[in-house]
Nanobody
């Protein structure tokens, strides 16, 4: 069992920045990928950014050029630097861990979530 603890959410104005952090503990030896999902009210959860232990990254089109994912494999931590935030980025953001197999990310564990609110 993997435990994930997120931090760094909050309220920011349009154009501002936030940095989300997540630390994994427990049975973390099996982690081969870490990522961030988000879910806005009335919408499905979507994968925002992901990074494999080998360094492969994925970004949703809506955040490319604005968000940057970074991770420390030895410490099992992942960060999401979010710049040029927009009101449509408002959501609960969830840290996730899993694997990267056949050029695809697979996530099976999620954190409790942290709220990000971008005011216009």
């Amino acid at each position: 069992q993997v435990q994930l603890v997120e931090s760094g959410g909050g309220l920011v104005q349009t154009g501002g920045s936030l940095r989300l952090s997540c630390a994994a503990s427990g049975s973390s030896f099996s982690i081969k990928a870490m990522g961030w999902y988000r879910q806005a009210p009335g919408k499905q959860r979507e994968l925002v950014a992901a990074k494999s232990s080998g360094g492969t990254t994925h970004y949703a089109d809506s955040v490319k050029g604005r968000f940057t994912i970074s991770s420390d494999n030895a410490k099992n931590t992942v960060n999401l630097q979010m710049n040029s935030l927009k009101p449509e980025d408002t959501a609960v953001y969830y840290c996730a861990v899993g694997s990267y197999i056949n050029y695809d990310f697979h996530f099976g564990s999620w954190g409790q979530g942290t709220q990000v609110t971008v005011s216009s």
